[in-house]
């Protein structure tokens, strides 16, 4: 009997003598095997299994030593009686059929009313073009070093350390690695009463909107911005108002007057990915001072600035204690460990760990000593180089493949870095039904309807995350949602005409664009000059501080203008069809589609 109750999988994590030693808890708990009853010998069960007879002995040897079995001399192995002593036991019930109808809906005070949002597919890595943020596939994980840090954690002195802690206190080594390895990297210094460790940093967020907001309270949310956020503070009967985002992140004027608190984003604004500028951040904190405010400062993305450096975080410019830094180590490590922090005053420290211990007391010990390990031996510092490597990678690859393959259909928002860019498209392009297709076809897009509080009509906005999506694949992605997009809306993309008189060729051509200079932009917003020297040279400059070049060259083939820059537009050929009309020049590819535009002037 028993040996049909247990079935191996050669597929299983667990050993041989672990799965054996599992099924036989399950089969014994849950009655399946009778109390009392003989288990089959050690070499009889090994033979009926296919495996090794010791292996069966170990797992028999383990369960005796449990209490699960008996060994009785010269009779043989016995399911111990005491097992399922004190236990009352039910049948399992089933999750299929109707529920049954319940009461507990009207009893709710405070319901939640949680806007519909993307929901990313759980398999989402069978997906060839996940372009979505916040999703990291598992080759990003440290694991080696976070098996280190926990095999320390898990070492006789240090369970005997952490597990006998009681009360609400963090773990002291781990208080230490955040206020000297991971704060001073965003300019901040604290003491140790100044640190909370949280479950995460959205622990932080619904502690910190507990304890500063209330029916009394106007608090300042950016727009668009994080729906959680929103539902927290709503959630606490306060009056909200909907600060806008431009390029430099939250709008800072006169109607932040009439508020008490306001929450920011300022490394990387969720959703947009914008980068504070730092006159930005100091206007923030003279309007906080002026106005007896409070900013909280979700920082748990941090400042991973490609195009430039970090800017200190606003924790670290406050210098009246205006500012609650909140932060976590997921983007090193897991969103699944969750193990966040906040930065304040003692006294909103003190209060905060008050707060949390009727919730949780403290978060889990051993993942406090292990990640004070994972930092204490280096190993936060050098995954943060690699992961800001990697994502640099990444974040060129998907700028650049979408200032060359959709420089006619796309914008994004200037930003320095981070993860993930906010693109808009066409506006005729439901973005929507642009994201149901384009699943379809494998590639995954976030809709950012989600993210506004107050109705938009950015109806065809979403995101792209490179989180989740290797380099290798950047480029075959965007070629695909390329192709999706000009199908979409491909009636609404100018053409060109054959009978069209400005229509370029030949050496007419070749005379209209030499000794010429172009002026246009990147699809990410960055200014682009274009030298068209006439013996062929290209020369081009980026940026508004002149800070990317190139150089190039480009021919006449036929009726079509050729250009190849050395490392630009993946530093291929590129042919395309030519008309000027005054001081405007149009391209078109191959297929007389509508390229780009620029201005171009005689140099």
Not at 316 to 340: A, F, P, Q, T, W
């Amino acid at each position: 009997m028993l040996e049909t109750l247990i079935i191996l999988d050669e597929d299983s994590d667990l050993n041989l003598q672990g799965q054996i030693r599992q099924k036989l808890v399950e089969v014994i708990l849950s009655g399946l095997f009778p109390v009392g009853q003989r288990l089959p010998s050690s070499r009889k069960l090994a033979d009926q299994l296919g495996v090794a007879r010791n292996t069966v002995v170990l797992a028999y040897q383990q369960l005796t030593d449990e209490g699960y079995l008996l060994s009785r001399e010269r009779s043989g192995i016995y399911v111990n009686e005491d097992v399922l002593l004190d236990r009352v036991d039910c049948e399992l019930r089933n999750d299929s059929g109707p529920p049954k109808p319940s009461h507990w809906a009207r009893r709710f005070k405070a319901p939640l009313q949680i806007p519909a949002h993307y929901e990313c597919p759980p398999n989402w890595q069978q997906y060839p073009y996940p372009f979505i943020d916040g999703q990291f596939d598992y080759s990003l994980f440290p694991t080696p070093e976070w098996r280190e840090a926990t095999r320390l954690a898990l070492g006789v002195r240090e369970i005997n350390e952490w597990a006998c802690q009681s009360g609400d206190a963090d773990d002291p080594l781990l208080i230490e690695q955040i206020r000297t390895k991971v704060l001073p990297r965003r300019g901040i210094n604290a003491r140790t009463d100044e640190i909370l460790v949280t479950i995460g940093s959205q622990q932080a967020l619904y502690i910190l909107a507990q304890m500063l907001v209330d029916q009394t309270v106007s608090v300042a949310v950016e727009e668009p911005g994080h729906p959680e956020m929103r539902q927290l503070i709503a959630r606490q009967g306060a009056a909200m108002r909907h600060q806008p985002v431009d390029d430099e992140g939250m709008v800072v004027d006169d109607r932040l007057k009439q508020c008490q608190l306001a929450v920011v984003t300022p490394s990387h604004q969720m959703p947009t990915a914008v980068t504070m500028s730092l006159a930005r951040r100091h206007a923030l904190l003279e309007m906080a001072e002026l106005t007896d405010m409070i900013v909280i400062e979700d920082d748990s993305d941090s400042e991973s600035n490609f195009l430039g450096n970090p800017h200190p975080a606003l924790k670290s410019l406050d210098e009246n204690e205006r500012v609650v830094y909140v932060s976590s180590l997921s983007k090193i490590l897991s969103s699944s460990l969750r193990i966040g922090f906040m930065v304040g005053p003692a006294d909103l420290i003190r209060e905060a760990r008050n707060l949390r211990r009727l919730m949780v007391k403290s978060p889990a010990a051993n993942n406090q000593r292990a990640a004070a390990f994972f930092l204490s031996l280096g190993h936060y510092d050098s995954i943060m180089r690699k992961l800001n490597q990697e994502f640099r990678k990444r974040w060129v690859a998907l700028q650049d493949s979408l200032n060359y393959l959709m420089p006619n259909f796309v914008l994004t928002i200037p930003n320095e870095g981070g993860t993930a860019y906010w693109v808009k498209g066409p506006k005729e392009l439901d973005v929507q039904y642009l994201a149901n297709e384009a699943a379809r076809r494998g590639i995954l897009i976030e809709p950012v309807d989600y993210y506004f509080a107050t109705p938009t009509e950015q109806k065809n906005c979403f995101r792209l995350g490179v989180t989740s999506i290797s380099a290798e694949k950047i480029r075959e992605g965007i070629e695909a949602l390329a192709k999706l997009i000009q199908d979409l809306v491909g009636g609404k993309i100018a053409r060109l005409h054959n009978d069209d008189a400005n229509w370029l060729k030949g050496q007419d051509l070749k005379a209209a664009v030499s000794d010429t200079q172009l002026l246009y932009q990147t699809v990410y917003g960055q200014p682009l000059s274009v030298l068209i020297h006439a013996d062929g040279r290209l020369t081009g400059t980026a940026g508004y501080a002149n800070e990317e070049n190139d150089t190039g060259r480009w021919w006449v083939e036929g009726d079509l203008w050729v250009r190849q820059w050395d490392n630009w537009a993946f530093a291929e050929e590129v042919k395309l069809y030519t008309v000027i009309e005054g001081n405007t020049i149009k391209w078109f590819n191959t297929e007389k589609v509508f390229f780009n535009r620029a201005v171009i002037q005689t140099i």
